[in-house]
């Protein structure tokens, strides 16, 4: 059995993965609470999603805060929930280096690509530089956060096909199942301890390793 | 039925890939002929694979003759043998712009990454450059190539996995499997004029709307 484990949220627009992770709590396929949604955004739609689900919703305002004090108000959040695992889910601001050094290896991004490719800060237009670079293999990563903007150790990478009449809404939709479909794995890998950190590759250990026993 | 396309091939290593297209066209699956291989190193084995299998295999000393004279040299045999379509397979030598022009969507390069992440001139090390980024996905490009580095517009690509053991050498044989099937695709849509280049982007059109009659 592994522990249940306390989730943070962190998202600027819909947050439209966290509902994946809600669905599968729900559904007893996840031991896991998401115990708080924080935005940037008042009208972001993820506080609404976490209202609509019993989730406790949190708007900071950014105001003419320094990075590091709007840093800190959410670390504090965070802290008095005990969170073991934060995902920035289309969360529009840059981490400090404080929050990184303090949850290192704790904050997962979902970044809508195959990076390194369409990375470093293009999140608004990613799909629309896939189309327009003309590939034909997209996907999606999820990796730790560092002090690199879209740079750190990738947990879960998924592919995705282009077709020949794709558009940027039906690509975004293709590549947020592959989304939803890695973050889940990438929380069941963190809950389960098989994820190390090696630099900037995460070795993925096999059930066997972890020192967890499986059966119940 | 769509015509025979003669294959003209530039290598400067092994040439693996170019097994995959004798291959395809010995089994009868390919109807097209590689008439000529033709390498800027006199101990490339992709001129010795081609002695093999009776195609004729083209050394050019690079000595200190300049780009232009080189590509003219190269050009002077494509010309003699009308090849329809190059095929660059680890070919380690830019080609100039009076090259590109003549045969304008007509040269395709195979790339062993998912452009356009790992490219830009580190055809050596990719692997080695992909294994320690830590990325879990990778794979081939098959590309038209244009003026700059890597950068035409894509044909093809092929996804692969990286597991967790992966060496460069594992790495290597995967990503040559993904590029063989790649090539041979390429080929065969070039073959029945299904590709249509507009800007970077290569659009694949279905079997219908060729013009070309599929039956005998």
Redesign the interface.
Known sequence: MVAKIKLGVLSSTRGTDMQAIIDEIKAGRLDASIEVVISNRKDAYALERARRHGIEAVFIEPGDKSREEFDREVMKILKEKNIDLILLIAYMRIIGPEFVSEYKNKIMNVHPS?????GGGIDKGVHRAV???????T?CTIHFVDETVDGG??V????VSIG?DETVDSLKEKVQNAEKEGIIEAIKLFQEGRLRVN??????L?DENTGHSSGG
Chains 1, 2 share one sequence.
Not at 131 to 137: D, E, R, S, T, Y
Not at 199 to 204: A, D, E, H, S
């Open positions: 195959l990076l390194p490719a369409f189309l327009n670079h003309g590939v034909k293999i996907g150790p990738i879960v990478q998924k592919a020949e630099g900037r590759r995460v070795r993925i096999s």
